[in-house]
Antibody, heavy 119, light 111 residues
């Protein structure tokens, strides 16, 4: 059974870099059918797609966040990672990682991790 | 402001039917498949519908989806109190090199 688990600091200072890792178990991150995604949800608000990465390293980013994002993948560790630079309070959110079949559905999702941007 | 438009809230009594709309444009819903997610507060979203109208294993047939042009609809029949949750539509947008998009979410209240 495929499982995804987010990990990383819960508190990040404004202007610094937010870094999260998603560990994949139960399936190969090199499966050619899937992309690996980051999605976030600010407290009390809706879902926002951040970006995704293919096992080859090809990436797609949300145009509204492009320039502050970097996604990477480490197939040997079955992990993919997110970096968001120059964070502000607006980046405070629950961050989810999720598998995506091609350009289609997101399933499954990790349990999510709350990241707070505050000094 | 979300790329896909959903009503903020819907409500209905137990046993009744409710529909949730999701409106987009040709670059997203018009040319890509739609999926729907259920999110109970405090938990991660769960896939309900994929490829516009397919249900994953374990999802009751009370949940159904459809798509026409640049809009999609989620229908829930035989409402139960356990269906009270937030519902999101999602798809891909072909503009700007391609990116994922979601609706703003709809809060379902079972009266």
């Amino acid at each position: 059974q495929l499982q995804l688990q987010e990990s990383g600091p819960e508190l990040v200072k404004p202007s610094e870099t937010l870094s999260l890792t998603c560990t994949v178990s139960g399936d190969s991150i090199t499966n050619p059918n899937y992309y690996w995604n980051w999605i976030r949800q600010p407290p009390g608000k809706g879902l926002e797609w951040i970006g995704n990465i293919y096992h080859s390293g090809v990436t797609y980013y949300n145009p509204s966040l492009k320039g502050r994002l970097m996604l990477s993948v480490d197939s040997s560790r079955s992990q993919f990672s997110l970096r968001v630079t120059s964070v502000t309070a607006a980046d405070t959110a629950v961050y989810y990682c999720a598998r995506q079949r091609g350009r289609r559905e997101f399933d499954p999702w990790g349990q999510g991790t709350l990241v707070i941007v505050s000094s | 402001q979300s790329v896909l438009t959903q009503p903020p809230s819907v409500s209905a009594a137990p046993g009744q039917t409710v529909t949730i709309s999701c409106s987009g444009r040709s670059s997203n819903i018009g040319n890509n498949d739609v999926s729907w997610y259920q999110q109970i507060p405090g938990t991660a979203p769960k896939l309900l519908i994929y490829d516009n109208n397919k249900r994953p294993s374990g999802i009751p047939d009370r949940f159904s989806g459809s798509k026409s042009g640049t809009s999609a609809t989620l229908s829930i029949t035989g409402l139960q109190t356990g269906d009270e949750a937030d519902y999101y539509c999602g798809t891909w947008d072909n503009l700007s090199g391609g990116y994922g998009v979601f609706g703003g979410g709809t809060k379902l209240t079972v009266l």
